[in-house]
C-alpha cells in the first residue's frame, strides 16, 4: 500500500495512472483539468457548506490493489449480511475493483458488458458531453484514478425482467479510495431496473469516489434506486449524471443513510422533448455525519417534465444539505418542473440547510417549489401517547411514518422491502441517540 | 357505589388566561355523565386537562381516577390507567395506518398490566365485529390514521377505539359535532354498547340530541370554568329549550 495525500495524486505523473496504456491520455487529461481547476473549497457556492479538508488532509490509498482473498471472503459476507441475493443478476466492485468472483449478470439477455478502456476510446469520438471538470471535479478524480468499470449497454427494445444489482463494497482495508466507474447506456425503447447498493463491510477510514453515468434512448425507461449507508468513518462522493433523451422516462430514488463525509452530486439533463424525471429521495445524517445533496435538473428541450421530491431527517448533532437546482433553458417551453424538500429535525441540536435554486429563461413554464424544515407535530405525538403509546415510541412512529411516505415510492416490492429495512433501522437509532 | 373519577377545585389556564376556575365533579362508577355549555365555558379543556395534554397548567386541584393522582402521570400513563379521551378532532397521521395505531396502543396497555402482546390473527377477530359495529369498512385497517376521512368518519373511528382499548374511564369530546341523523346512531350504539358497571363516561357535548341516544345518569352545566347547575337528564332538555343564556346570567351573577 502506497499512501498519498490528494495534493499528491494530484500531481502524479502519467506512469503512476491506474489502467491499461489505452486509457492513460483520457485519465491524465482529467488529471491535468483537475489540476488547473483545482479541488472545491466551501469558497465555491456550490461546495458552500460541505468542507474536502479533512479528505484533503488524509493520506490515503489512491491506487489500491485488487483485492486478495481474505478481502473477496469479507465482501461475500457482507453481501449475505445486507440481504443481496446471489441469484440476482449482479456485478460487485470491491474497493473500487470489479469482482467476477462475487456476481456476474447470469443468463440476463440484451444486456452487453463491455469494458472502461473501450469506454474511453468511444466515448471521445462518439459523443460530445463529456462532463465537465469545472462543474463535477470529483468526476475528474475518479476519471483518472478510477481502478475498474463497466460500460453496460442495453439492446433497443430490451425489456430487463430482473433488477441490476451493482454493488459497491468496502472491504475493511485501511485508507482504500475506491473510485469504480459505472456506464449504462439504454437503447431506445428499453426498460431496465438497476438497485445500486453501496456496503460497508467494516466501517473503516476508507473514500469511496463513485461515478455513474446513464444515458437514455428515445422512449426507454429507467427505474434506478441507490442504498448508500456508511458508519461515522468513511467518506463518501457520487455524481450520478443522467442524460434523457425524447419521450424517455428516468425514475430515480436515492437513499442517503449516513456516513462521515457524504457529498452526493445528481446531474440530470433533459436533453429532448418528452424527456421525464422523477427524482425522489431520503437523507439521513446523524452524529458526527453530514450528508449533502446536490441535485441540478437541466430542461434543456421543451415539453420536459421533472418532479422531485427528498426527505430529510437528521439526529442530534447530525448535519444535512439539500440543494436542488432547477434550470429551464432558453427555448424550452411546455416545462413542468415540480420541486419539494421536506425535512424532520429531531434534536434541536439537529442541523439542515436546504435550498432550492430555479433559474428560469423560457416563458410556458410550470414550476414549483417548496422547502419546510420543522420537528415532529405536537398534536400527533400527543394522539398516540393519548392512546398509551410512551412518547420515546411514539417519536419513533412518526419519524418512520415521516420517511415511510418516500419508501412508497419505490416500485419493486423486494427493493422497496430491503431499503425500508434498512431505513427502519437506522431511523431507529436516530431517534434513540436524539431524545 | 364507589367513585371512580374525583375532580376537586380543578383550575387550569393556558398562558395568562384561566379557563378553569374550580372545578368538582365526581362519577361513580358505573354511571355517564355529561358535561354541557356554552362556547368557551371549558368543556374541551376539561377534557384535554384529563388526558393531559401539556398545553395547560394545572395551577390548584386535583383529579383522582380510581384514587390515583391522574395529574402526576404522563398522558401514556393515564391511558394505561384505564382512561380514554375521544378527540373532537381527530389528528390526521400520514404514512401511519389504522392497523398499526390500533395495534400499538393496545399492546402499549397490555403490556402495561403485565400481558402478553397480541399477535395479528387475535387482533383481527378481535377488531372485526367492532368495524362491523361501527359500520367501518375493512380498507379502513390500510389507510393513514384519519387521512382523508370524512367527519363522520373521524368520530367512528374515535369510537371503535375506544371499542378496542375497553377504558375505565371514557371522555368523549363532542363526538356528537359535526355528525348526520344516521352517523350519530352508529356512534350512540358503539358508546351504548360499552356502558357497564365497572366503566364510567364523561360525555361533553353541546348538544342535547347525542343525550337522547347515550342517556346520561348525570348532566352538569359548565359555564365560565365552573359547574353551574348539576341534574338529571332532563336538564339537557331544559337547557334544550331555553338555551345557555340564563346559566350565562348565573354564572355572571356568582
Known amino acids: 500500500m502506497t499512501v498519498t495525500t490528494l495534493k499528491q495524486a494530484l500531481a502524479a505523473p502519467r506512469a503512476a495512472l491506474p489502467g491499461s496504456a489505452a486509457s492513460k491520455d483520457v485519465r491524465a487529461g482529467a488529471l491535468a483539468e483537475l489540476g488547473a481547476t483545482g479541488l472545491p473549497t466551501p469558497r465555491r457556492e456550490d461546495w458552500r457548506y460541505t468542507d474536502l479538508k479533512p479528505l484533503v488532509d488524509a493520506e490515503l490509498d489512491f491506487a489500491p490493489r485488487s483485492p486478495d482473498r481474505a478481502a473477496l471472503d469479507a465482501a461475500a459476507r457482507a453481501l449475505v449480511e445486507h440481504?443481496?441475493?446471489?441469484?440476482?443478476?449482479?456485478?460487485v466492485f470491491v474497493d473500487g475493483h470489479l469482482a467476477p468472483e462475487l456476481g456476474t449478470l447470469g443468463s440476463t439477455s440484451g444486456i452487453e458488458v463491455r469494458d472502461l478502456d473501450t469506454y474511453w476510446l468511444e466515448r471521445e469520438a462518439a459523443r460530445g458531453a463529456r462532463l465537465s471538470t469545472a462543474a463535477h471535479p470529483l468526476a475528474a478524480l475518479n476519471t483518472a484514478y478510477a481502478q475498474s468499470g463497466v460500460w453496460l449497454r442495453v439492446a433497443d427494445g430490451a425489456r430487463i425482467d430482473a433488477a441490476l444489482r451493482l454493488v459497491l463494497v468496502a472491504s475493511g482495508a485501511p485508507k482504500v479510495v475506491a473510485q469504480p466507474r459505472i456506464v449504462v447506456e439504454i437503447g431506445r425503447g428499453a426498460e431496465v431496473t438497476i438497485f445500486q447498493q453501496i456496503v460497508d463491510a467494516a466501517d473503516t477510514d476508507g473514500w469511496l469516489n463513485v461515478v455513474t453515468e446513464l444515458a437514455l434512448g428515445e422512449e426507454s425507461r429507467l427505474a434506478l434506486y441507490r442504498l448508500e449507508e456508511h458508519?461515522?468513518?468513511?467518506?463518501?462522493?457520487?455524481?450520478?449524471?443522467?442524460?434523457?433523451?425524447?419521450?424517455?422516462?428516468?425514475?430515480?430514488?436515492?437513499?442517503?443513510?449516513?456516513?462521515?463525509?457524504?457529498?452526493?452530486?445528481?446531474d440530470v439533463k433533459l436533453r429532448e422533448p418528452g424527456a421525464a424525471l422523477d427524482l425522489y429521495g431520503l437523507l439521513l445524517a446523524g452524529e458526527g455525519q453530514h450528508v449533502d445533496d446536490h441535485t441540478r435538473i437541466d430542461h434543456i428541450a421543451p415539453d420536459t417534465?421533472?418532479?422531485?421530491?427528498?426527505?430529510?431527517?437528521?439526529?442530534?448533532?447530525?448535519?444535512?444539505?439539500?440543494?436542488?437546482?432547477v434550470i429551464v433553458h432558453r427555448g424550452a417551453r411546455g416545462i413542468d418542473a415540480r420541486q419539494t424538500s421536506d425535512n424532520l429535525l429531531l434534536s434541536d441540536q439537529a442541523e439542515i440547510d436546504t435550498k432550492p435554486e430555479l433559474e428560469i429563461y423560457s416563458d410556458d413554464v410550470k414550476c414549483s417549489h417548496g422547502s419546510t424544515v420543522g420537528e415532529l407535530d405536537a398534536?400527533?405525538?400527543?394522539?398516540?401517547?393519548?392512546?398509551g403509546v410512551d412518547e420515546e415510541h411514539a417519536r419513533e412512529?412518526?419519524?418512520?411514518?415521516?420517511?415511510?411516505?418516500?419508501?412508497?415510492?419505490i416500485a419493486a416490492p423486494d427493493i422497496r422491502a430491503s431499503i425500508a429495512d434498512r431505513v427502519t433501522a437506522r431511523l431507529r437509532t436516530l431517534a434513540e441517540v436524539s431524545r | 357505589m364507589s367513585t371512580m373519577l374525583k375532580i376537586e377545585n380543578l383550575h387550569a389556564r393556558i398562558g395568562s388566561r384561566e379557563i378553569l376556575a374550580g372545578i368538582d365533579l365526581e362519577i361513580p362508577s358505573g354511571e355517564v355523565h355529561a358535561i354541557m355549555g356554552p362556547n368557551g365555558s371549558g368543556k374541551s379543556t376539561l377534557a384535554q386537562v384529563l388526558a393531559g395534554r401539556e398545553d395547560y397548567?394545572?395551577?390548584?386541584?386535583?383529579?383522582?381516577?380510581?384514587?390515583?393522582?391522574?395529574?402526576?402521570?404522563?398522558?401514556?400513563?393515564?391511558?394505561?390507567?384505564?382512561?380514554?379521551?375521544?378527540?373532537?378532532?381527530?389528528?390526521?397521521?400520514?404514512?401511519?395506518?389504522n392497523a398499526y395505531l390500533l395495534k400499538a396502543a393496545l399492546n402499549a396497555q397490555r403490556q402495561s398490566r403485565g400481558e402478553q402482546s397480541m399477535d395479528a390473527f387475535e387482533f383481527m377477530k378481535l377488531i372485526k365485529n367492532k368495524m362491523e359495529l361501527m359500520q367501518i369498512p375493512k380498507d379502513f385497517l390500510n389507510r393513514s390514521v384519519n387521512q382523508g376521512f370524512s367527519g363522520g368518519e373521524k368520530k367512528r373511528n374515535e369510537v371503535l377505539q375506544m371499542l378496542l382499548l375497553e377504558p375505565r374511564l371514557a371522555v368523549l369530546d363532542e363526538t356528537d359535532s359535526g355528525l348526520d341523523v344516521d352517523a350519530l346512531k352508529v356512534v350512540?350504539?358503539?358508546?351504548?354498547?360499552?356502558?357497564?358497571?365497572?366503566?364510567?363516561?364523561?360525555?361533553?357535548?353541546?348538544?342535547?340530541?347525542?343525550?337522547?341516544?347515550?342517556?346520561?345518569?348525570?348532566?352538569?352545566?359548565?359555564?365560565?370554568?365552573?359547574i353551574r347547575r348539576s341534574g338529571g337528564p332532563e336538564l339537557a332538555r331544559e337547557l334544550d329549550e331555553r338555551g345557555y343564556d340564563w346559566v350565562q346570567v348565573e354564572a355572571a351573577r356568582s
Do not use: C, W
Not at chain 1, 83 to 91: C, E, I, M, S
Not at chain 1, 397 to 409: D, G, K, N, Q, S
Not at chain 2, 57 to 67: H, K, M, P, Q, S
Open chain 1, 305 to 325: 417534465r421533472s418532479n422531485e421530491a427528498f426527505r430529510g431527517v437528521i439526529g442530534k448533532h447530525g448535519r444535512g444539505v439539500f440543494n436542488g437546482k
Open chain 2, 57 to 97: 397548567e394545572v395551577t390548584a386541584g386535583r383529579i383522582l381516577l380510581d384514587g390515583e393522582d391522574l395529574l402526576a402521570m404522563p398522558p401514556e400513563q393515564r391511558a394505561r390507567a384505564g382512561l380514554f379521551l375521544g378527540f373532537q378532532y381527530p389528528i390526521e397521521i400520514p404514512g401511519v395506518n
Open chain 1, 397 to 409: 412512529i412518526l419519524t418512520t411514518a415521516f420517511a415511510t411516505t418516500v419508501l412508497e415510492r
Open chain 1, 231 to 266: 458508519g461515522l468513518r468513511h467518506a463518501h462522493t457520487s455524481l450520478l449524471a443522467v442524460d434523457v433523451a425524447a419521450r424517455a422516462s428516468a425514475s430515480l430514488g436515492l437513499f442517503d443513510l449516513g456516513g462521515r463525509l457524504v457529498r452526493n452530486d445528481v
Open chain 1, 379 to 387: 398534536e400527533q405525538l400527543f394522539y398516540l401517547r393519548a392512546r
Open chain 1, 83 to 91: 440481504g443481496v441475493p446471489t441469484d440476482a443478476p449482479r456485478l
Open chain 2, 188 to 226: 350512540a350504539a358503539g358508546v351504548n354498547s360499552l356502558r357497564s358497571p365497572k366503566r364510567s363516561m364523561l360525555l361533553v357535548t353541546h348538544y342535547e340530541r347525542l343525550l337522547e341516544l347515550i342517556v346520561p345518569d348525570r348532566v352538569h352545566v359548565l359555564a365560565g370554568g365552573r
